[in-house]
């Protein structure tokens, strides 16, 4: 199988443009096929408040309603995709921004939870594997931001965590998937206060030990649910670190395992 490296950067990358150009660059000199996937949490945050919404999680999830979704398909889709975009293009990456809309990439159903309403939040439910295979053969470099769409014409805010997942998993099918997670910890932590605390491998047994614990919480949460998930489904490698990792396999990161 042909390698493919699909990596997801969270918001804090995104909100320091020291730390995104340095990732930019890095991720350029990656080999092969890739494929980037952009959160932006933290921008959209910023937007909100600044208009007089006010943001709200659940573990790690955001409750979107239709005000929330203008601010974050605006900031997503629009202002760091396409910032994105265009700093790949000065690294010599040829990309290209999708939201799942386009190209009917990424079609998902707006979650139904029996106790919470997420408001246009989406679950994905297919990725457009052949469209994606074409793209990547002809020298295309996938940039998806966290907004999908239900097939109606309706567009929903959707875990950039779980877009990566879905995206290595159907891959895996045709391609040796390689799912890196970069933020700005250099992994994940027993201690969130303690960079140095880095746990090199986790598995499920630890993880679901932490989590009771409560060591692992919050955003963590579905970044790693989704891991396990994508590890049971067929993807061969999945690493959680800092971007440092990118271009020297020495920097310490997590491992992911069953």
């Not at 952009?38 to 007089?52: D, E, L, R, V, Y």
């Not at 989406?122 to 996938?142: A, E, F, R, Y």
């Not at 097939?151 to 997942?165: F, K, P, R, V």
């Not at 201690?191 to 491998?201: K, L, R, T």
């Amino acid at each position: 199988m042909t390698p493919l490296s699909i990596i997801k950067i969270g918001g804090n990358i995104i909100d320091n443009p020291t730390e995104l150009a340095q990732f930019l660059t890095d991720f350029s000199k990656i080999e092969g096929y890739k494929i980037l996937v952009h959160g932006g949490g933290k921008s959209a945050t910023k937007m909100a408040q600044s208009i007089g919404l006010v943001p709200q999680m659940i573990d790690g999830r955001r409750i979107t309603d239709k005000p929330m979704l203008d601010v974050v398909v605006m900031i997503y889709a629009g202002e760091i995709n396409k910032n994105v975009v265009a700093q790949l293009q000065a690294n010599n990456t040829n990309a290209m921004g999708f939201s799942g809309a386009d190209g009917n990439l990424i079609l998902s159903t707006k979650r139904n939870h029996p106790t919470i309403d997420y408001g246009f939040v989406g679950d994905v439910q297919k990725v457009n594997t052949p469209l994606l295979k074409t793209l990547l053969k002809s020298g295309i470099t996938p940039v998806f931001c966290a907004i999908t769409h239900d097939g109606n014409g309706q567009l929903l805010n959707t875990n950039a965590d779980t877009i990566a997942s879905e995206l290595a998993i159907a891959l895996s099918e045709i391609f040796e998937v390689t799912l890196t997670y970069c933020f700005e910890k250099p992994g994940v932590l027993y201690d969130a206060e303690d960079d140095n605390s880095v746990i090199e491998q986790i598995n499920h047994e630890l993880y679901t030990k932490l989590k009771a614990e409560k060591a692992i919480h919050s955003g963590m949460i579905p970044k790693l649910d989704n891991c396990f998930n994508s590890l049971s489904k067929g993807v061969q490698k999945i690493k959680i670190g800092h971007h440092r990792m990118l271009q020297n396999a020495e920097v310490i990161h997590t491992s992911i395992e069953l």
